[in-house]
């Protein structure tokens, strides 16, 4: 069998180059909007071949249930979830299956671990018995797992709402954080480098791994409910570097290449959003931004103007131009749909209707695109903040829908401002700017928006679906 | 002997250069083509980038595989029944969403055919 | 015999990975590496860019310097000396050029500073 | 000393990864006309490091005569070549160095079968003691290299103007060279596959390289001198192969990363040559094209009118707006900097003036930047073939200087052209089009020139640098 396993293992690696081969490729052909669904479509082609080469060559000399029960029970919850999403559930989703992808390269490590126990290694330590790599390489893959794990999960309670800063007690306080990370250390250095029976050994790593879970909890729970996708796609980098580790502990390039790319990809998300929100990243794992109470916050409006659909219609029907900046509330009112039919009414009318889509508006880069996507507004009319900031002064309505922190003018006039330095859209430029949100309550930053006092500032108070439906109406029937 | 020094390779020789060398080779290769692919994908598409990603992330699962062979004790083996179960749905779950998102994106192309056509 | 088994690695052990296997891994990634860059470089610096890839290529010196180690009859010598002498010729020379022309692009920077200050 | 060589090797491969990284970031800076030149130093870094690495790791057992003389010598050749040179001689000059780097690998190759044989095979086959890849990579080496020298030198002397077809007779010719292809192949056979005596084995391998040498001769003799650009950036491509295939010997992943990064640097370039020119690759390579006699093709022109510099001036002095547009005369005449002095006096006298610059004009992709660059023209004012096509129409006056076939106007208007789909500059919307070169006499592609006859075309014959002169002391004068 030695020459047979020998030309497998050769014929493996070629079918996992083919693999990384698909993966660069699918990535590529995502840099155009039409080419991208191919390039999916190719890195699933490239995951198949990895995972039938591998099927083959792990053979039938398996536990069944864990082969075919795992595949099985993966399958049918992937396929589920994937198709029960919404879209405005997008973040959430992203944020569980990255946390999962995670806590596998844990589990890989940990049953690495169990095998290593399960054989008679004398109570030398992992060190002693597989070398500096190797144990280096399974507490990194433990380490960065399970915090991924964690932290990932607790972004998707605070994306869906249901998990605050009180709810963990202590958990997150600073110091708290910093014992946990030395206390995580120490644990990586037992674990991989201490003798002792195999027991133990394994126990160590499973402690490992807790203390990693309540590290990742730590870690998450302080930063702002605004800064989730900045977390969600460093995270999405972690997952991909213990995807990484798990390579360098089962000496697997495809899986170091895969995990890297997913590394770079989360990593320069990570950086274009801090880069649009002008914050560094520092600054947004560190710094307890936007977390306080932001209901408090619509007080001090002296110059509010509010109209109803009815006074608002015709304003609208006069318009030759007019430029729609959607937002997070767009998403959360699923407006999508009525936005686009409002567009067409108006463009029949002969005025001309573009979107203005802002970098960080939603709770993810590129979230109001998918929405509008889904909506079918042609891409030819979104524009993005460069594009159409100088357009403003030129268009008689700006509709913000369900948007606030993205075209805040403090973010340009108030250097002393938490969102200072930000680039917003400037809507205050056109002749009228109608605002549809609930109420004057604040956005994600907690913070107080001008916009809401200006003379030409028209409050439309009402869920965005709702309004937009309204005005809808009112037009049809002028 | 003789034979022995001719068939020696003047830099490094397969034996010696450890997995831990091959590893950081293709470590900083991937991580340049990462950088220079993911930079050229445009803010449209950020989203279905991230859970594009989010599913090659799920190459964990060709590891896992490998737990489901013989050879682990019982506890390897539910390490390895989760991570298989967990990758899994990040794989197929991961690859499927990202499709629907896309899938939105393409379909304005046969929309603006037929307007086209109306017009 | 146990030990043996616990250390066996389940996908690829390090002695049995060929050097052809890892060598077209690496030269996979560095391909697409080099076709993202430089399809990103501006026609502006072609010139440029083709004088200092040639002088990249150069880096045959770092195998040409191994052939001056003893245990190389003499023809092996002499391939190795002119092997080294061209290797170098293209390295000096090509980065060299390469920077003189740069350096003629550089230098506007000064000339349109000097041009404001003139206005 | 076997611990001490392990550590040592690792320690190297470390160095060897700095290397690589280097000229990676090296490269990705040259895609900045700012940060072009750092890169090239980042990227001479790199190289100097490996190179000390090396030098360290090889030690102190060597042939001094081969390490210190081939250096030294290399060392003084390189600066002086690279210092004398004119930029006008740019293009041959990386063909010169080009061919010098194939060769390098092909004697790295050669060297090592020289150790091979030097010990004692017993008979065997370069294969049967050091497997098919050290074989295959070997009698690559040795074919690409030789390949890419003898190509290069012979591109190297069409561009020089001191090598024609018929000097080689029959060689190049499409039988013959098909031969020489199946005789290298079989001599790659019996180097690598056959068994036989140490000096038999190099034996082969020297016949290899010397029938690899022809069959380079062989196929750059019959492509037309305008190719010559093509097919140096295809050599180029080549000889980074050659460095890959050596490094397959050498078991050097630098090799392989450096020689990849060539490799992709050299068909990239070919491909955007073969676009602009609207060819394919086959189509250059093997169609005997522009290499007729072209001073026959001087005839046939009916409408020319003749303009001296005196009677130019005027209307040049009257302009506002002004595109020049530059070709392979300017570097022939070496007109840039009289080029930017007229610019400038135009400047001065409140005209507009820029650059139009074609990408194939010239003998090497971005061949007019560097000569407008050596004469400090600000790259601000030159401008690509997209965007100032549209331009011509509002501009009083076009100049083209020794350019020709990059503004034929059968380009685009006689499907049978040669040159027939190649994007040209259209000077002729311009209300006068001066065109400066010193006869009627056709450019490298050997084709007639409509332009010529146009009304509004003005033959300005002359050399280029002292015609511009003449403008220019004209406009002083005025
Ligand atoms: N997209 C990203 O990648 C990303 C990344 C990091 C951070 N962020 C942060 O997320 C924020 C995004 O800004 P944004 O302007 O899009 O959103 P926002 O500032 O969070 O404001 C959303 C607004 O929508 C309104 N709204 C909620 N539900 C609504 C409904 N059903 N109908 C109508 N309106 C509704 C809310 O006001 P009412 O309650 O009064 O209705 C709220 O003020 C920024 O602070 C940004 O920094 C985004
Ligand atoms: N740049 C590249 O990368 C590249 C690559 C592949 C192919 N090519 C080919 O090279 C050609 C480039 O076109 P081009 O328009 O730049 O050049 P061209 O078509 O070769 O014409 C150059 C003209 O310059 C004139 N000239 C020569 N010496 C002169 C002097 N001292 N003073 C004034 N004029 C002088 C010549 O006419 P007189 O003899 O009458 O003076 C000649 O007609 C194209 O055919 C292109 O396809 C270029």
Redesign the pocket.
């Known amino acids: 069998m030695g020459a047979l396993a020998f030309l497998s293992l050769q014929s493996v690696e070629l079918v996992y180059m083919a693999a990384a081969f698909l993966f660069i490729l699918g990535l590529k052909r995502l840099s155009g909007v039409k080419t991208a669904r191919s390039g999916n479509a190719l890195a699933s082609l490239g995951m198949a071949l990895a995972i039938a080469a591998t099927l083959v060559r792990v053979g039938t000399e398996v536990h069944w249930w864990v082969l075919a029960g795992g595949v099985g029970l993966g399958t049918v919850v992937g396929i589920v979830l994937a198709v029960r999403v919404q879209m405005t559930g997008m973040p959430e989703l992203v944020a569980f299956f990255n946390g999962l992808g995670g806590a596998a390269s844990a589990c890989v490590a940990l049953a690495e671990i169990g095998k290593f126990v399960g054989g008679d290694t004398g109570g030398a330590s992992v060190f002693g018995v597989r070398g500096a790599d190797f144990a280096v390489a399974v507490v990194l893959s433990i380490l960065i797992g399970a915090v991924t794990l964690s932290g990932s999960l607790i972004a998707f309670g605070k994306l869906a709402g249901k998990v605050n800063r009180n709810r963990f007690g202590p958990i997150g306080g600073r110091l708290l954080n910093v014992l946990l990370a030395l206390l995580a250390l120490w644990m990586c250095h037992l674990a991989g480098f201490s003798d002792g029976s195999g027991g133990l050994v394994f126990s160590y790593h499973l402690i490992l791994a807790a203390v990693a879970l309540v590290l990742g909890v730590g870690l998450v729970v302080p930063i702002g409910g ?5 977390v969600i796609s460093l995270l999405n980098s972690y997952s991909g570097l213990a995807a990484c580790a798990t390579g360098f502990v089962l000496h697997n390039n495809l899986l170091i290449i895969a995990g890297s790319l997913v590394g770079a990809s989360g990593l320069i998300l990570t950086r274009i ?1 801090c880069k ?2 002008n914050r560094s990243l520092v600054n947004v794992l560190f710094a307890t931004f ?1 977390e306080e109470d932001s209901s408090a916050k ?1 007080e001090g409006y002296s110059n509010v103007k509010a109209a109803t659909a009815e006074e608002a219609a015709p304003i609208l029907d006069a318009a030759t131009s007019v430029i729609i900046c ?5 998403a ?2 699923q ?1 999508q749909h009525k936005v686009r039919e409002l567009a067409s009414i108006l463009e029949k009318g002969g005025c001309e209707v573009s979107y203005a889509i ?11 695109n998918v929405l509008l996507a889904e909506a079918d507004v042609p891409y030819e009319q979104l524009f993005d903040l460069d594009q159409i900031n100088g357009e403003f002064q030129n268009t008689d309505v700006a509709i913000v ?8 003018p403090a973010a340009e006039k108030d250097p002393n401002s938490p ?1 200072a330095g ?1 680039p917003v859209l400037s809507v205050w430029d056109a002749q009228t700017v109608f605002v ?10 907690g913070i107080k928006n001008e916009l809401f006092d200006l003379d030409n500032t028209l409050m439309c ?5 709702k ?1 937009v439906d309204e005005l809808i109406t009112e037009l049809k029937d002028q | 002997m003789m034979l022995l020094l001719t068939t020696e390779i003047p830099n490094s020789a397969d034996g010696e250069l450890s997995f831990l060398i091959i590893g950081l080779w293709i470590f900083l290769l991937a991580i340049f083509t990462g950088i220079e692919l993911i930079t050229k994908v445009p803010p449209t598409i ?1 989203t279905p980038l991230m859970s594009g990603a989010n599913a090659i992330s799920g190459i964990t699962l060709v590891g896992a595989l490998y737990c489901a062979g013989t050879g682990y004790p019982f506890l390897g083996q539910l390490m390895g029944f989760l991570a298989i179960a967990m990758a899994t749905v990040n794989v197929v779950g991961g690859f499927l969403v990202t499709d629907r998102m896309l899938a939105m994106f393409g379909s304005k192309k046969g929309k603006k055919k037929s307007k086209k056509g109306e017009s």
Chains 1, 4 share one sequence.
């Open positions: 605004a800064d989730m996708p900045v959003m649009a929100m936007g619509d959607p937002g997070y509330g767009m959360v009112a407006a802002h970098p960080v508006a939603g709770r993810m880069p590129g979230h109001m829908l369900g948007a606030n922190d993205v075209c805040n969102i930000m549809i949100k609930r109420s004057l309550s604040a956005g994600y930053a108070f009402g869920d965005g679906k309004f | 950020h």
